[in-house]
């Protein structure tokens, strides 16, 4: 709700979509397999506003539905079983939620310390002969490559933020803000590594979104790493 309480502005554009059904006339029906339940959604539910609506689902191979979900740009999927039963607050392997991530490579200019010697690299790309931040990566390390990766940035330490736009006023809508204070934590490399990220999505404010640490690219020019436009969403 709280997400929603952001968009009041636009609360004639939110519509709620149901896609499933649990109880019905007082009668349970958890133990029934999805594919009845949702027969029973949708034969007997009917509803008075145009702003609630059954989400559709479909029968089809996950090679289809991810390129039809990845043509239209949506975030991700949800697959499920169609003879499972509702098991509240269970991971059974009968459902599976696939996130869809664009990725591109960036350059990196500082690390925050941590566990293993880095908690997270702090990315941007090239604007002419400017770098500019996009996000702070801390998803993606496992123990082995936070040490391989700080061994490689150990060398290039230096005193000064190589990037123009830091530091930022706030944190922003998704945390992803470097402000003053957050840099007293930073140590700056010079930018001559690349890594490969992969995100969700840029936002408004040319941040990354649920971004995610996928290796490192010693074969790519940093200077040669620019913004790869994929789509851009609502956030500050």
């Known amino acids: 709700m709280q997400i929603i309480e952001h968009f009041r502005a636009e609360a004639s554009r939110i519509h709620y979509f149901v896609f499933d059904l649990l109880v019905y006339n007082n009668r ?6 999805f594919i009845e339940r949702r027969q029973i959604l949708n034969s007997l539910l009917k509803f008075g506003s145009p702003r609630i609506r059954i989400a559709e689902y479909f029968e089809t191979s996950a090679e289809n539905m991810l390129s039809a979900a990845r043509g239209q740009r949506l975030e991700g999927v949800i697959a499920k079983r169609r003879d ?22 960036l350059v990196i ?8 010697g880095l908690d997270s690299i702090i990315v941007g790309y090239y604007r ?15 123990p082995t490559s ?8 150990r060398p290039l330490h230096m005193q000064s933020c190589p990037f123009v736009n830091l530091p930022e006023t706030h944190k922003g809508r998704w945390g992803d803000g470097l402000t003053a204070k ?12 690349v890594a490969q990220v992969e995100f969700l999505e840029w936002t ?7 971004s995610k640490f996928a290796g490192l690219r010693e074969d ?7 913004k790869e436009h994929a789509g851009e969403v609502e956030g500050v």
């Not at 349970?28 to 397999?33: F, G, I, K, S």
């Not at 002419?128 to 496992?142: D, T």
């Not at 408004?204 to 649920?210: F, T």
Request: glycine share 10%; hydrophobic share 30%; aromatic share 10%.
């Open 146 to 153: 936070r040490r391989q990766v700080f061994q490689k940035l």
């Open 128 to 142: 002419g002969e400017e770098l500019i931040y996009v996000a702070r990566v801390r998803n993606g390390f496992v």
């Open 28 to 33: 349970d029906l958890t133990q029934l397999p």
């Open 182 to 193: 957050d840099m007293e934590k930073c140590v700056w490399i010079r930018p001559e590594l």
């Open 84 to 105: 499972s039963t509702y098991q509240a607050g269970k991971r059974t392997g009968s459902w599976v939620k696939y996130r869809l991530n664009s990725g591109q490579e």
């Open 220 to 226: 790519k020019d940093p200077r040669s790493v620019t």
């Open 109 to 116: 200019g500082g690390y925050m310390p941590g566990t293993h």
């Open 204 to 210: 408004k404010s040319d941040h990354l979104r649920h």
